[in-house]
C-alpha cells in the first residue's frame, strides 16, 4: 500500500476531511483541490527531494570562511517547495496563503518528510511566521512574517544555549534598551542582545535573503541583574540583515555571526549551529550587540514561543513517523525480493527446492507488521491531531475548547511515541535488510541515523514524560485527561458491537482503566519527586494506550469501507491492529507496575553506586 492511498484512506475515510469545506474558512475548498495540493507535493518531493537524499547526508555543510556551502539540490529543493505555496498553506488568503485546513498541510508535508527529512520544508520557517502572526505587530506580520511565507525570508528559533540546554530558565542572554527612545522604533521595541545560542536549525545558510530568528532573551531588572527564572524570558525578532519598514534589506549586516557548525549523527544536510548574538563582529551603528524587537509584552517570551514549539513538536512527530515509514517500505520491497532459505516441512529442509523469499517467513512478517502498526498508527495521530487544530480554529465554541484540551494532552505523545516506536521501526527495517542494512548501498542506515535525532528534538523524552504526568493530565483538575477517556470509551463502546474488534475493545479498556489508576497512584503522596520518578514509564504506557484507540478507531473506519474484508489494505490495517493489541499493549502492564509503586529505584540510587 502506498503512501498517498494511505493518506487519502486517514483523512477521507476516517477523519473525514472533506465535512471541512463546511466550516465558511474552507468553503471555496473541495476533495478535488485538496488532491490537487497531494499531487503537487508528491511530485516535488519525488522530482526535488527524495532523488537527493543521499547526496545531502554525504555532503554535508560547510562554512568558506565567509558564508555556509550547501549542494545545490538543496537550493533547488527550497526554492521548489517556496514556489508550491505550502509555506503559507493554511494562511489566510489576505496574507498570500491557500486557507487550507492544517490537517491537509499536515498531510501534504508528509510526503517531503519521508522523501528527504534532512534537506527540510520549512518547519521552523512556517512556524516562525505562524507566531508572529498571532503575537506580533501589524508591522512585524508585514516586514517579517510575510516575507518568511513567500519564501523570501526563512526563519529559526534560538533557544538552547551551550550552559542552559532544555533548561531555559538559565538562559543568560541578555537584551537591553537600545537608546532613549528605543520603544519608538516602528518595528517593534528596539532592543541590543548578547548571549549565545547552541543547536539552531538552519542558523545559518544562503538559501534565502534573509534569516529571521526568534530569541528568547532576558531584560536585566531595575537592579540590572537577570531575572532567575522563566520569568525573565522575552522573545525578540533578530533579523540577520537589517531591514526597513518595507522589509528591504539596508546592506547593513546584524550583529549575528556564526561561531560553528554541529556536525549530528543524522539530519546531515540541515545546517546546525552555535550563534553568538552581539560578539561585535557586524557592529551596528558602530556598536557592538544584536538588533532585536520585542515581540509582545516584556517578560511574556516563553508563553509566545510555545505557540512555536507545540508545532514544531508536532512537526518532529511528524518527521519521525515519515522516516520509519521510508524504512518500512524499503524493507517491504526488500524482503519481497530477497530469496533465503527454504520451507521447513515434517521432513525438514529440502536443499534442492527453491529458495523462499524471506518475506514468506513468520520472523520477517513479524518484522514487517511491527513496522506498519508502528509508522501507519503514528501518521494516523498525528493526522488527528492535525484535526484537532482546525477543530481548535474553526469549530463552534464548546467543540473547539474541547480540541484545545485534547492538543494539551495528546502533544507530548505525538512528539514522543514516534520518535521512540517509529526509530524501533527502523531498527527493524535494518534488521530485514540483514547486513546488507549496515552498508550505505540501502538507505535503511539512514533512516535510523535521521530519526534518532527526533528523540532529542523539541524535547526529550524525560521533559515530555514529565509535561504529561506532571502538568497536561492534572491541568484544569483533569478535564483534558476525561475528554480523552471518553473519547476512548466512546470508541470501545462502537468496537464491542462488532464481533472481529470485541476483543481488542475489552483489552482497550481494561488499559484505559489501569492508565487511570496509575495516574492516580503516582500522586497519591501529592509529592512530585514519587511521581514523576517513573513519568517515562508513564508516558509509554499512555502512548500505547493512545495508539491502541487510534488503531481500533482506524479498524473500525477500515471495516465500515469494507465489511467483507475483500480488499488487501483492509486485511492490512486489521493485521497491523491485532498485531499491535496482541504484542504491543500487554506491555503496558511492565510500565505501569513501577508507575503505581512509585518505584524509587532509580531516583534514590546513590551517585558512587554508579
Known sequence: MSLRSTVDFLLYQWLDAESLRQRARFADHSRETFDAVFDTCERIAREKYAPFNRLVDTQEPHFDGEKVILPQATHDAQ????????????????????????????????????????????????????????????????VFAKNEFSGRFSGTMCLSEPQAGSSLSDVTTRALPDGAYFESEPLGPRYRLKGNKMWISAGEHELTDNIIHLVLAKIPGPDGKLIPGTRGISLFIVPKKMVNTRGELTGVRNDVALAGLNHKLGWRGTTNTLLNFGEGKYPVDGQAGAVGYLVGQPHQGLRCMFHMMNEARIGVGTAATMLGMAGYYASLDYARNRPQGRPITGAGKDASAPQSRIIEHADVKRMLLAQKSYCEGALALELYCARLVDEQHTAEPQAADEARLLLEVLTPIAKSWPSEWCLEANSLAIQVHGGYGYTRDFPVEQYWRDNRLNMIHEGTHGIQAMDLLGRKVLMEEGRGLALLTARINATAERALRVPDLAGHARALAQALQQVSHATQAAWATGTPGDALANAVPYMQAFGHTVLAWIWLDVGLAALRADATKSVASTLGKIGAMAYFYHYELPKIGAWLNVVQNRDLTCANLPEEAF
Do not use: C
Not at 100 to 127: D, H, K, R
Open 79 to 142: 526554492k521548489a517547495y517556496a514556489a508550491s505555496g505550502m509555506l503559507s498553506a493554511a494562511q489566510d488568503y489576505e496574507s498570500g496563503g491557500m486557507q487550507l485546513p492544517y490537517t491537509v498541510e499536515a498531510a501534504a508535508n508528509a510526503f517531503f518528510a519521508m522523501a528527504s527529512v534532512s534537506i527540510g520544508s520549512g518547519m521552523l520557517t512556517t512556524g516562525n511566521a505562524n507566531l508572529l502572526m498571532v503575537h506580533g505587530t501589524d508591522l512585524q506580520k508585514e
